[in-house]
């Protein structure tokens, strides 16, 4: 390791290498309880999305911050909260952390980046996001995400944008 110049060294010691550490004779194995090897990650309720580096969606989101609207009734952290998991569901698809284009699919899909949204999508939306920010609020992050199929999250930005102008329930399932 190397040392800083004001400390003193011994001339007649002979400088360590690197060494590499004992070869192991046995093949690794899958022995802790959450590796899942040689099979598909678990589906089921509650069991969301995995995926690398989900937890980045949380920093990218305070870029939305003056771009979210809300309807009176709802919160901009429960709309934030819901936007990350549909974010997380959609990077997850492609094996990659979330990104900025992850989020504004998250945003548009259930209108929070439009000015005046459609009444029918901001009713279905405040029963379902209601409590979504809150600290107990997995189930209702799990809903929201599961509302948007996997046809919609595989469309790029532009053409969610396009279909929620024109149809915006033909980009859910409620």
Known sequence: MAAPSYVPVDPTEDPRDYESPPRRP???????????????QPRGTLLGNQGPDL???LKLVHLFADKV???EGESVHDAEAGA????????????RAPTVHDL???FTVWGFLDESPAPELVAARKAL???AGHLHG????????DAVPEATLRKSPEQVKAEHQASWRSLLSL
């Open 69 to 71: 609207h809300v309807a």
């Open 104 to 106: 504004t699919i998250g």
């Open 84 to 95: 990350v998991a549909v974010a997380t569901k959609r990077s997850s698809l492609f094996g």
């Open 26 to 40: 046995d093949s690794w194995w899958a022995t802790r309880p959450g590796e899942v090897i040689g099979a598909p």
């Open 129 to 131: 996001f209601e409590g």
């Open 55 to 57: 937890g980045y969606a």
């Open 138 to 145: 997995y189930a209702q992050e799990r809903a929201i995400a």
